[in-house]
């Protein structure tokens, strides 16, 4: 079993800076690669970015490539998402997620979630 707790979000004007955090139990965390999904009120829970389990390999989705950046501190359990050139449109809940293999961009993939962390964005 795996839990993760968020935190890090907040109320930020466009074109500022947050940093997501993402802490672990367990001491198999390296045995999972570990992504960040966001989900706004009424749409479909939508892939951000991941990271493989050694945190050589990260991809991220097209709209936050150049502005988000994921990485993770195995020996800390630690994942996080730096986001800076904020948007409205980066307005969403966004959750830490857990996944023991297969893809990165789908939510199937991933096994535990965590309770996520508001981000809100203003113009």
């Known amino acids: 079993q795996v839990q993760l707790v968020e935190s890090g979000g907040g109320l930020v004007q466009a074109g500022g800076s947050l940093r997501l955090s993402c802490a672990a139990s367990?001491?198999?965390?390296?045995?999972?690669?570990m992504a960040w999904f966001r989900q706004v009120p009424g749409k479909e829970r939508e892939f951000v970015a991941a990271?493989?389990?050694?945190?050589?390999?990260?991809v991220y989705e097209d709209s936050v490539q150049g502005r988000f950046t994921i990485s993770r501190d195995n020996p800390r359990n630690t994942v996080y998402l730096q986001m800076n050139s904020l948007k409205p449109e980066d307005t969403a809940v966004y959750y830490c997620?857990?996944?023991?293999?297969?893809?990165?961009?789908?939510?199937?993939?991933?096994?535990?979630w965590g309770q996520g962390t508001q981000v809100t964005v203003s113009s």
């Open positions: 367990g001491r198999t965390f390296n045995s999972y690669a």
């Open positions: 997620a857990a996944s023991p293999g297969g893809s990165y961009y789908s939510p199937l993939s991933y096994n535990y």
């Open positions: 990271i493989s389990r050694t945190g050589i390999t990260t």
